[in-house]
């Protein structure tokens, strides 16, 4: 059993950065491939990137077509963390950011129902 637990959301303007980051506890970390996912209010919840476990594996990382360029996930083993770093901040990014582990090795990491493990969310708010 693993336990997500994510930080780092909060209030920023339009433009700025914010860096999520997510502890994971209860498994061998580097055997998970890794997902971050958001849902807003009414919204269904959507991905936005992912990183591939890394043993044994060659990692790679994917994105949404919505945050490519301006996101970028990386993973630590030795501290079981994944970050999700957030640069040039919109409106439309505000959501609450999920993020989840998965017992795949790299394929059908963009969609939800291949994940094992969730976090609780935390609030992302970009103001206008």
């Known amino acids: 059993q693993v336990q997500l637990a994510e930080s780092g959301g909060g209030l920023v303007q339009a433009g700025g950065s914010l860096r999520l980051s997510c502890a994971a506890s209860g498994g061998t970390f580097n055997t998970y491939a890794m997902g971050w996912f958001r849902q807003a209010p009414g919204k269904e919840r959507e991905f936005v990137g992912c990183i591939s476990r890394t043993a044994g594996y060659t990692y790679y990382a994917d994105y949404a077509d919505s945050v490519r360029g301006r996101f970028t996930i990386s993973r630590d083993n030795a501290k079981n963390t994944v970050n999700l770093q957030m640069n040039t901040l919109k409106p439309e990014d505000t959501a609450i950011y999920y993020c989840?582990?998965?017992?795949?090795?790299?394929?059908?990491?963009?969609?939800?129902?291949?994940?094992?493990?969730w976090g609780q969310g935390t609030q992302v708010t970009v103001s206008s």
């Open positions: 989840a582990a998965s017992k795949n090795t790299s394929w059908g990491l963009k969609r939800k129902e291949n994940y094992d493990y």
